[in-house]
């Protein structure tokens, strides 16, 4: 395999791109991106990721939400997660069709935390690792999630960000299977608004604790 680019349908009609990309034909480990609705795939964090898995003998799924189109400015909040949560299980189902895997990893960022949160509900995924980006903890369904989960896990978020609220990140550190990290003086974009060069030094800080945690975790290196 070298890249699959291809999509399915998903909610109400809207076509869902999606790429699929890895050095061998067959792998152990699956990673799933699902991006934010403004942090795409190919931000930062995700670019640099991309780079880093892509040289172990895993596969990436990459879901290309499309949640920019102007079909979705009318769609009222709760209509968007809908999408979110089919638009990812649809994708996922067409390409477990053709494809298994013993080790599967998820790394959301933002929205694609909601897809995700769903995800970890399903039997197949009852042992998936999570990377969790700017969970919108704002929403009780997912601060649930990742506060009760015991699939391991690591939860990124800035003090700064509008989502941040202290009492609801003390629940997320109360568990044990997950490794909390807040980022002080970093946005939603886990950046840092007054200082551009502490910019790269967040991104480098984040992008060695995911590949920490992955090869500690889940990656195999056979």
Same mark, same amino acid.
């Not at 609705?37 to 931000?43: A, F």
């Not at 990436?60 to 949560?85: R, T």
């Not at 995924?125 to 690591?154: H, M, Q």
């Given at each position: 395999?070298?890249?699959?680019?291809?999509?399915?349908?998903?909610?109400?009609?809207?076509?869902?791109?999606?790429?699929?990309?890895?050095?061998?034909?067959?792998?152990?480990?699956?990673?799933?991106?699902?991006?934010?609705?403004?942090?795409?795939?190919?931000?930062?964090?995700?670019?640099?990721?991309?780079?880093?898995?892509?040289?172990?003998?895993?596969?990436?799924?990459?879901?290309?939400?499309?949640?920019?189109?102007?079909?979705?400015?009318?769609?009222?909040?709760?209509?968007?997660?809908?999408?979110?949560?089919?638009?990812?299980?649809?994708?996922?189902?067409?390409?477990?069709?053709?494809?298994?895997?013993?080790?599967?990893?998820? *790394?959301? /960022? &933002? !929205?694609? $935390?909601?897809?995700?949160?769903?995800? #970890?509900?399903?039997? %197949?995924?009852?042992?998936?690792?999570?990377?969790?980006?700017?969970?919108?903890?704002?929403?009780?369904?997912?601060?649930?999630?990742?506060?009760?989960?015991?699939?391991?896990?690591?939860?990124?978020?800035?003090?700064?960000?509008?989502?941040?609220?202290?009492?609801?990140?003390?629940?997320?550190?109360?568990?044990?299977?997950?490794?909390?990290?807040?980022?002080?003086?970093?946005?939603?974009?886990?950046?840092?608004?007054?200082?551009?060069?502490?910019?790269?030094? *967040?991104? /480098? &800080? !984040?992008? $060695?604790?995911?590949?920490?945690?992955? #090869?500690?975790?889940? %990656?195999?290196?056979?």
């Amino acid at each position: 395999m070298k890249y699959i680019n291809s999509s399915v349908t998903g909610f109400k009609g809207m076509k869902i791109p999606y790429t699929m990309h890895g050095r061998t034909d067959c792998a152990k480990d699956l990673v799933i991106f699902f991006p934010g609705s403004n942090y795409t795939v190919n931000s930062p964090i995700f670019h640099f990721l991309g780079e880093m898995i892509f040289k172990q003998s895993v596969h990436i799924l990459e879901v290309n939400f499309p949640y920019k189109d102007e079909f979705y400015d009318d769609l009222s909040q709760e209509d968007l997660y809908k999408a979110v949560i089919t638009d990812a299980k649809t994708v996922i189902d067409k390409v477990l069709e053709s494809h298994s895997y013993e080790n599967y990893i998820f *790394i959301g /960022k &933002s !929205i694609g $935390t909601i897809a995700m949160s769903s995800e #970890l509900n399903r039997k %197949i995924f009852k042992r998936a690792k999570g990377v969790w980006l700017t969970p919108l903890i704002n929403r009780t369904e997912i601060l649930n999630v990742i506060s009760e989960t015991s699939n391991k896990g690591l939860c990124i978020l800035g003090d700064k960000d509008k989502i941040y609220s202290e009492k609801r990140w003390g629940i997320i550190e109360k568990n044990q299977h997950i490794t909390a990290r807040l980022i002080p003086n970093a946005n939603h974009r886990l950046e840092d608004d007054k200082d551009f060069y502490k910019s790269f030094d *967040i991104l /480098k &800080s !984040i992008i $060695t604790d995911i590949e920490d945690f992955l #090869l500690r975790e889940v %990656i195999s290196n056979e």
